[in-house]
């Protein structure tokens, strides 16, 4: 029978229409979603594993385990007032999304329906490699803190902070990060020269973790560059009401 003559039924038009949505859909529409998994609470975090990594149940729980371990970490070495506001930045906890090999805050919701992103995810962080986040916090032992810095600066600082900025430029204007000491050996350009959320961010991990770059640690950030470890101080002891926070999708 020819095509024609079964386009004169009804439900042949339907399966024609079909086979046209399926031919002629763009590639674009094809988007990085969730699937649904659990929504734990962590020391007062809401964390959501997707279900992939929740279908993994060993690599679940060390995941989870090493999360407890570093959020502990965060509320043992930041102010508590910071502690209490950075618990309401929503984590999110992937097996594998090859867009996020690491740890990355989502600032702007509006980024991610442009890049096909999952929305819910703005204002939150994502931890997109389940691998990953255990292998690399060896080297990255503040990676969890780095990522609620960057919450902090957004929501509460604004990204238009101008003690963070001023600090940001003068520090790539002195050199002084130029050539530094690396964690896993030889020497690098600082990671906080790509911008100044990831100076503010890595400096923090120095003045209140351990960073991957030098200045390391406290001790040494304050010898290195004075100034900029007050800049953290003051910015972290900012009330978390002094400002209205940021809304996600701008």
């Not at 309401?88 to 990355?104: F, Q």
């Amino acid at each position: 029978m020819h095509l024609k003559h079964l386009c004169n039924s009804g439900s042949a038009f339907l399966l024609l229409s079909y086979f046209a949505l399926i031919l002629f859909t763009p590639a674009s529409e094809e988007r990085d979603l969730i699937s649904p998994g659990p929504r734990l609470d962590i020391r007062g975090w809401t964390v959501h594993v997707d279900k992939p990594l929740n279908d993994s149940p060993k690599l679940r729980d060390e995941v989870l385990r090493l999360l407890n371990q570093k959020l502990w970490e965060v509320e043992e070495w930041l102010p508590s007032a910071a502690v209490q506001r950075l618990k309401k930045v929503n984590l999110w906890m992937r097996l594998n999304e090859p867009s996020a090999p690491g740890g990355v805050y989502h600032p702007s919701r509006t980024w991610l329906l442009e890049n096909e992103r999952p929305p819910e995810m703005a204002g939150g962080i994502e931890f997109g490699n389940a691998k990953n986040f255990l292998s690399w916090a060896r080297q990255q032992p503040s990676m969890v803190l780095h990522e609620l810095a960057h919450a902090w600066h957004h929501q509460v600082l604004g990204y238009e902070y101008a003690p963070a900025k001023t600090a940001y430029q003068r520090a790539r204007e002195s050199g002084n990060y130029a050539d530094v000491l690396y964690v896993m050996g030889g020497k690098k350009s600082a990671y906080a020269l790509n911008n100044v959320q990831e100076f503010f961010a890595e400096l923090s991990e120095a003045y209140w973790g351990t960073n991957d770059f030098f200045p390391f640690v406290r001790a040494e950030l304050l010898v290195h560059d004075a100034e900029s470890a007050l800049m953290i101080q003051n910015a972290w002891t900012l009330s978390a009401g002094s400002r209205a926070p940021s809304k996600p999708g701008s």
